[in-house]
């Protein structure tokens, strides 16, 4: 039987390549999409404080659930802290894209380097990696940058201008560190224009996160 997995976006730069990620790796799945590119502004307007998008985040979630969905990934590293809100309200698992990148992540790395392009998603980010570092008992050091001019010429459609910026600040954050954690899944296709050699510290999370919801499907059923 077809799997419907729905994903919530707040951008609409991960709709295409989280789809296609999903239909790659998980046979017979139907996506369905749900985007609110207002979400990100306010969180930046407000200071990052989700729980101004609490309640229309769980509508789509809530939507997504009438709609047939087995499954609903969280697309947006920025709201991710809404998911352990917003699970009780239905009956269907919500994954969250970075929280397999987390814990891959702080079982192999004592020196993390997160990097973003949106203050709203590096501190989620940091705290994710901070909780399952306690949850693991492990040790971890946590380098942070923000690459703000990245955000904004991406916004401006220059994403030539942004691929620039990001690299450059990556390559250089990971001269510091083991390993290099992306706040962001938009940021994925900066890594992939590096050599093999050079990919190897990054860990992004759309290919992790789809791999839980992979997991979550063969384990799962309606």
Known sequence: MKKKLAIIHTTPVTIEPLKELALNLID??????FMDDTILPQLMNNGGDIEEVAHRWANYARTAEQLGADCILSGCSSVGGLVPM????????????DEAMAEYAVHSAERIGVAATMETTLKPTIDLLKQKAAENRRTVQIESILVASAYEKLMANDKQGHDHDLSAALRNL???TDLVVLA???MARVIATFSPEEQRPFVTSPQLGMECVKKTFQTTTR
């Open 28 to 33: 017979d799945c139907e996506i369905m999409n």
């Open 86 to 97: 917003v699970q009780p309200q239905v009956n269907i698992p919500i994954i969250r894209i």
């Open 174 to 176: 990971v001269k510091k």
């Open 184 to 186: 962001q899944a938009s």
